[in-house]
């Protein structure tokens, strides 16, 4: 992890024996999900929370020989508390990011599935394999459910008689429109209208009911192989085998939008909603990254060495002036909250302090439980950053002295 602004490495998480091939960040819990070609899956920690031993636990939730191949891809939905893997087994398997059990394998892919993906804030899980079959499958809401039921399934037709593999794919909900955009092996992109699936088995936005109160923090290791009886493995022809019968014919998809993008696969695809007008940034195997809007229309190329870039597209100002405002406030309570710093400082230890802002903005003293409030409030509003240890500084300390 490293930081964004200076390039500082921030922190090491434990590694996989193979190829690292999915990373997720929960922001809401602190922690990061990783999948690798080691067939595990880890949940690994991201705050300095103290464990039973006294050290800060590095891992929360392990998950070994999840499949039984090479794991490819992963997706997390917020929103159901759902892990959803792919392979080269030809699976998709749905974890509980909680409890890390198996709530299901969804089969009908016959190749590698390459690309996952949450059709939030619906929800639907968007499958896609190496021979360019797609798939959508309804996914649980609650425990009484079932555990996912498919939607639809279609080919990425590249001419009428070849199909093209989806490297890169991403959704917007636009106007009560769901759209999914597709990019492909042969650089071609397509923007697909899948609306009518929510008007035929009438969904409503993603919610998931828990019988029991949430903790993210739960520690769990499972090996699905070893001791499968505990582990919870489920057997060939078991209800947790779930097999792709489609519910609705493939016309449900409908296509909007179809451009070449770019000569190579893409392999970066993006939804860009800062723009006064929405656009979609893609970046290939050809080098290149492009600014489109939906209607297939070029807004701006980032090439290295190009003097004057021409970009065709208007930010919007309401995200920036909201910014702006909230820096502005922030700006204004800061010497009323030192000042009252100050005042609880100097009556505590009952000695004079350097002025920190004129004594006219100093307010009355306050209580302990009021200053404790004030730090919170000091410590949201001043940025994070991280200190290094100052040995050197105080080894010339010491050489001076």
Known sequence: MFDPMSGVLLKTFRGHLQETSGLCYVAADHTVISCSWDRSIVIHNDTADIGVTGKPREVFRVIREAHSADILCMAYCPALDLIATGSRDCTVRLWNYETCKLEGILMGHSSDILVLRFLEPFPLLLVSDSNGVLSIWKVKCSDAEAAADCMVKWNNMHTLEKTSSVTALTHCYLEGRLLIILGDEKGDLRILNTSQILSETQLKVAVFTRSKPRNPTRLVEVSIDVNSKKAGRPEQGSDAYIPC???????????????????????????????????????????????????????????????????????????????????????????????????????????????????????????DADMLKELAELEEMMPRAEVAPRRDSQQSKRSRR
């Open 245 to 367: 019968r489609p519910r609705l014919d493939d016309h449900v998809v409908v296509q909007v939008a179809q451009w070449k993008a770019h000569t190579e696969a893409i392999k970066c695809l993006h939804y860009v909603e800062d723009t006064l007008q929405p656009v979609l940034f893609t970046a290939g195997l050809d080098q290149m990254a492009r600014l489109w809007s939906l209607s297939g229309e070029l807004k701006g190329v980032l090439k290295q060495g190009q003097a004057k870039a021409r970009w065709d597209f208007v930010l919007r100002q309401e995200p920036h002036a909201r910014r702006a405002q909230v820096a502005q406030t922030t700006i204004q309570r800061l010497p009323g909250a030192l000042g009252r710093l100050e005042t609880h400082l100097a009556s505590s230890t009952r000695r004079s302090i350097s002025p920190l802002v004129p004594r006219r903005d100093v307010s009355p003293r306050l209580d």
